[in-house]
């Protein structure tokens, strides 16, 4: 396994890839307290090219892939719990706004952007982005959108489902899928961005988002 692992250190750098038991840690206290089986490694991928290349290595080496966001979930989603063995890929680094565009009234952001960070963004741009909770401090837009997050003010603006315009994932293939799509008026076919949203990292890991902003209240 050292080999495989001298690999995706080459690949990802030193800093994005942990194993030793006292760094791993804190990716492995997940607030249910579920007992949670020792990963071979954490993967901190910087950028989507990245995630793709973290999950081309967990196939190649049979990894269970068990992707984490901000870990405020209560289910024990996002620690891996199998026997088998796994990997976890935790988007903590990618925290980029990548696009605030005022006259699409649009954000996109990296999927580890905590999700305070994108309302305060927002906020910044004059404009408002709903999604309230009270996990809103550590979880991440990528998670809230992998869980379909409700929170406050779901009767008035909808889940998280409702703010999102596209999404960029990785499949569990390594292959990236570009679905950023800024259009609001998109009548073009399927919608398979909502296939991904609510299937909390079974059809793949969520990278990126185009969000709706709208007029603050
Ligand atoms: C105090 C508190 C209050 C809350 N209140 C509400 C509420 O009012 N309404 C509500 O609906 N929810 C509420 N929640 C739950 C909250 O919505 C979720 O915990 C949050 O959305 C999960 O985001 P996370 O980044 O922490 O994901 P994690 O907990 O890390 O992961 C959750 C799941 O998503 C998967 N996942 C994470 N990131 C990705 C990704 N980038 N791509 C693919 N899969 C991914 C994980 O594998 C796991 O299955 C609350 C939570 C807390 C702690």
Same mark, same amino acid.
């Given at each position: 396994m050292q080999e495989a692992l001298d690999q995706i250190i080459a690949t990802l750098g030193h800093k994005a890839v942990l194993t030793a038991p006292r760094d791993m840690e804190k990716y492995l206290d997940d607030l249910q307290g579920v007992t949670v089986t020792q990963p071979m490694a954490i993967l901190r991928p910087a950028n989507t090219d990245q995630v793709a290349a973290a999950v081309k290595w967990c196939r190649a080496n049979n990894l269970s892939i068990v992707p984490q966001g901000?870990?405020?979930?209560?289910? =024990?989603? @996002?620690v891996p719990t199998a026997p088998s063995p796994s990997a976890i890929i935790a988007l903590e680094r990618m925290n980029a706004i990548r696009e605030v565009d005022l006259d699409n009234n649009s954000m996109t952001v990296d999927a580890g952007v905590v999700l305070s960070k994108v309302q305060s963004s927002a906020k910044q741009a004059g404009?408002?982005?709903?999604?309230?909770?009270?996990?809103q401090d550590s979880s991440q837009i990528g998670g809230n959108l992998a869980t379909n997050a409700g929170g406050n003010n779901a009767l008035r603006? =909808?889940? @998280?489902?409702?703010?999102?315009l596209g999404l960029e994932v990785v499949l569990p293939d390594g292959t990236i899928w570009n679905g950023l799509r800024k259009l609001r008026k998109n009548t073009a076919g399927y919608d398979l961005k909502h296939l991904f949203i609510g299937s909390e990292g079974t059809l793949g890991l969520i990278t990126g988002a185009v969000l709706k902003l709208g007029a603050y209240p």
């Amino acid at each position: 396994m050292q080999e495989a692992l001298d690999q995706i250190i080459a690949t990802l750098g030193h800093k994005a890839v942990l194993t030793a038991p006292r760094d791993m840690e804190k990716y492995l206290d997940d607030l249910q307290g579920v007992t949670v089986t020792q990963p071979m490694a954490i993967l901190r991928p910087a950028n989507t090219d990245q995630v793709a290349a973290a999950v081309k290595w967990c196939r190649a080496n049979n990894l269970s892939i068990v992707p984490q966001g901000g870990l405020t979930g209560l289910t =024990g989603a @996002a620690v891996p719990t199998a026997p088998s063995p796994s990997a976890i890929i935790a988007l903590e680094r990618m925290n980029a706004i990548r696009e605030v565009d005022l006259d699409n009234n649009s954000m996109t952001v990296d999927a580890g952007v905590v999700l305070s960070k994108v309302q305060s963004s927002a906020k910044q741009a004059g404009r408002y982005f709903p999604l309230h909770h009270g996990g809103q401090d550590s979880s991440q837009i990528g998670g809230n959108l992998a869980t379909n997050a409700g929170g406050n003010n779901a009767l008035r603006y =909808g889940t @998280a489902r409702d703010q999102v315009l596209g999404l960029e994932v990785v499949l569990p293939d390594g292959t990236i899928w570009n679905g950023l799509r800024k259009l609001r008026k998109n009548t073009a076919g399927y919608d398979l961005k909502h296939l991904f949203i609510g299937s909390e990292g079974t059809l793949g890991l969520i990278t990126g988002a185009v969000l709706k902003l709208g007029a603050y209240p």
